[in-house]
């Protein structure tokens, strides 16, 4: 029924009634849909807190997190988010070549974070099931490293979209760029608080 | 950028199916998802109905004869959940929200047309799932609240399937929340202000906002259930380490609001259905807008108040008795902007009319028995008995299910440009507002003499009273006879609505009935005075534009 078209398609219909222009309000969707899912990680997070304020850890549970790994995945995921600011500044110059260089670093980054996370889950001394707090950890990691993933990808796809001439995303339509952009900053931001109260506190 | 919407450009005709077709179709005309929310959730209502009545031949006798417990036990899981999930949030929200929402912000779609009808296709599967898991291997026994331990202990089978189907719900409840919130805030009529806006945009600002805080905090502890059950995590299960009562907060951080988002959007319907049927403006705009906005404030702090016999440390209940009370404030405050707007105004008493004062009624005494259970000491003695179903059906039965039934009355023209017949409306009313009271009203009394709720058998002395409110649900299942046939016989041989029938001054009746796919032929008319009813000029400007 509507379909949405670039402005300089409908440049000659402007006067007619039944074209309406409006602000593209993807991106507002898009931050209402990060406001709830910062809720969900929200939620587990005063579920950590509360178990860890009210439930001793038991004498014989093993629940031990060593912190090199952690760090250095903290240092992978900051460093994408710039890499991918980065890669935009060039999308906005309009020299793809570069902004495709600093995608596919991001996108390695952000799969480098992946293979640590999972080389931290086959070192670590405990399993899901064996206490509350070693379940709250792969929970609360897990659920992080699924938004990681499905970041990698969509990073991967617009890496593929931003290629010259065929590609879909350039400066004239960059939304699809905008929103994975924030939605990585979010997933990093994410991580930032995850890292304080799990590892830091 | 800028984007464009050309409404010219539309799909090639087989894609677009005609006729009632098009309702069983991936449509993203507003109108069309909004009927299918209706009409699949009157359906789930019919399925949630039967359960209730079941329970209700249940508790006629006081013994378990009629089915056995652990049957008893699903049909009241599957009764609360389908009528919250299935029936309330996706009609009062979905269903009434995406019709008007679009006329009232002056637009010809929501924001996102897409995600809207995605949202709404959630839903007929995730119900089905539901229901189905009765018969693969019996549903969840545990209750809407799924509480564990009892969730972890019942059969998993059933209950996995209600998490999964409660997820889906869940996601598509924050679809539309989203969309409603990008439509009201970003779509509106350039020249239209904010505080011009039909009441029922500043319930719908309202319920979305909550929607979006507070449901993902549900599925996020639902997930975390899950994995207790088929992982065996210990997350709420004390046997492993695990504190019951960490669910307790994050299901009732979203179930608490969740009686909000069955409930504002209800207060907003009735808000524009009362001035047009007294031609009155409506009382105290702005007092209705900052109240509204202070239950969704109001509401995200409350929910412990669920909780006062968990063990909740005596801080914790002060916090939350003062926090609840001061809820009453502002839904006092649109109570009496309601009674006010119907004050010497000209009442016509037809059906849509009847059911939104019956609802004033039985919400005053629904929140009356609110505020009662805000106290500690009395919440203790009644905790987990009659008293509670009694005021929580007053609220969503009475509350919200009364408004919908009024809505119908009132947009049924518009919807389909037929009238409905009026005195069949009103019998309707009058057989559902002695059903619903006779149901409910004893229930207090049986509450407060100790009843427990969710059991299925009682003490004997009860008797008398559970046979009062079994016949008043009798009553209540046969009050949908007389609308269903209402509803067919006015869809087949009604008489012509025309545009306005009720000469109402909001943007949805300036238009044809039933409107045209984009909403207006021409420009979308500016409403800047919906409640203008009895000022001389306020047709003037409207008129024009019509």
């Known amino acids: 029924m509507t379909s949405i078209v670039p402005k300089e398609q409908s440049a000659e219909s402007k006067n007619d009634l039944s074209t309406e222009e409006h602000e593209d309000f993807r991106l507002f969707g898009l931050i209402a849909f990060l406001i709830a899912d910062g809720m969900t990680f929200a939620g587990f997070f005063a579920a950590y807190l509360t178990f860890k304020a009210v439930n001793p850890i038991g004498p014989d549970a093993i629940y031990e997190l060593e912190l090199p790994l952690p760090t250095l995945n903290t240092v992978l995921l900051l460093v994408s988010s710039f890499t991918f600011h980065r890669a935009g500044k060039f999308l906005q110059k309009n020299e793809s070549k570069k902004c495709q260089k600093w995608l596919l670093i991001t996108g390695a980054l952000g799969v480098a974070f992946l293979i640590s996370q999972m080389f931290e889950y086959f070192t670590l001394p405990f399993g899901l099931t064996d206490n509350l707090f070693a379940s709250t950890f792969y929970a609360l990691t897990g659920f992080h490293g699924l938004h990681v993933t499905l970041g990698s990808i969509m990073i991967m796809i617009i890496w593929w979209q931003t290629r010259v001439p065929s590609g879909r995303v350039n400066n004239e339509n960059k939304f699809p760029f905008e929103a994975v952009e924030l939605y990585w900053h979010f997933v990093d931001g994410i991580w930032v608080v995850l890292f304080i109260i799990l590892y830091l506190l | ?546």
């Open chain 2, 1 to 546: 950028m800028t984007i464009s919407i050309k409404p010219t450009n539309t799909p090639p005709e087989k894609l677009q199916p005609s006729g009632w077709l098009k309702y069983l179709s991936f449509s993203l005309d507003h109108k069309v998802i909004g009927i299918q929310y209706l009409v699949c959730g009157f359906l789930f209502y019919l399925i949630g109905g039967s359960l209730a009545g079941a329970i209700r031949i249940e508790l006629a006798s006081p013994l378990s004869d009629f089915m056995p417990r652990e049957v008893y036990n699903q049909v009241l899981t599957l009764h609360g959940t389908i009528m919250i999930f299935l029936w309330i949030v996706p009609v009062v929200n979905g269903a009434f929200g995406n019709y008007l929402i679009p006329f009232y912000v002056g637009a010809r779609d929501m924001a996102f047309p897409r995600l809207n009808a995605v949202a709404f296709w959630l839903i007929p599967p995730s119900g089905l799932m539901l229901i189905t898991s009765y018969f693969i291997n019996g549903a969840a026994q545990s209750g809407w609240t799924a509480y564990p331990p009892l969730s972890i202990t019942t059969p998993a089978a059933g209950q996995i399937i209600w998490i999964l189907s409660v997820l889906l719900l869940g996601g598509s409840s924050i679809f539309g929340g989203i969309n409603f919130i990008a439509t009201i805030l970003k779509l509106r009529r350039p020249g239209l202000k904010l505080m011009q806006l039909p009441m029922y945009c500043w319930a719908m600002l309202g319920t979305s906002i909550l929607v979006v805080l507070s449901t993902p905090v549900l599925a996020g502890t639902l997930i975390l259930l899950s994995f207790d059950i088929v992982a065996h995590t210990g997350f709420f299960n004390p046997s492993l380490g695990g504190n019951v009562i960490v669910y307790q907060h994050l299901f009732w951080f979203y179930s608490h609001p969740a009686v909000y988002i069955m409930v504002l959007p209800a207060f907003g319907l009735v808000s524009e259905i009362l001035p047009i049927h007294s031609r009155k403006p409506l009382f105290g705009y702005a007092t209705m807008v900052f109240s509204i906005m202070g239950i969704v404030v109001l509401g995200l702090v409350v929910w412990a108040h669920h909780m006062f016999t968990s063990g909740t440390p005596p801080w914790m209940r002060l916090f939350f008795t003062i926090a609840t009370a001061f809820i009453a404030v502002p839904t006092g405050i649109k109570f009496f902007n309601w009674v006010a707007t119907l004050w010497g105004g000209k009442i016509s008493l037809n059906a849509a009319m009847l059911f939104s004062c019956g609802f004033i009624i039985n919400f005053v005494l629904g929140g009356i028995t609110g505020v009662a259970l805000a106290q500690v000491p009395f919440d203790v003695h009644v905790h987990d008995t009659y008293f509670v179903v009694a005021h929580f059906h007053y609220i969503v039965y009475g509350g919200s299910v009364f408004v919908i039934f009024s809505s119908i009355y009132h947009w049924f023209p518009k919807i389909t440009g037929k009238m409905l017949n009026e005195n069949l409306g009103r019998f309707h009313f009058i057989i559902t507002f002695i059903g619903f009271n006779l149901c409910f009203a004893p229930q207090h009394w049986l509450g407060l003499n100790g009843m427990p709720r969710r059991v299925a058998e009682y003490d004997p002395q009860f008797q008398l009273i559970n046979e009062i409110s079994s016949i008043g649900a009798l009553l209540m299942a046969l009050s949908t006879l007389p609308f269903l046939w209402n509803i067919l016989q006015s869809i087949l041989y009604g008489d012509d609505a025309g545009d306005n029938p009720w000469n109402a001054l909001t943007p949805e009746w300036l238009t044809s009935s039933p409107p045209p796919v984009e909403n207006w032929e021409g420009e979308a008319p500016l409403v800047l005075e919906p409640y203008g009813y009895g000022k001389k000029d306020s047709n003037k400007t409207q008129g024009k534009l019509k």
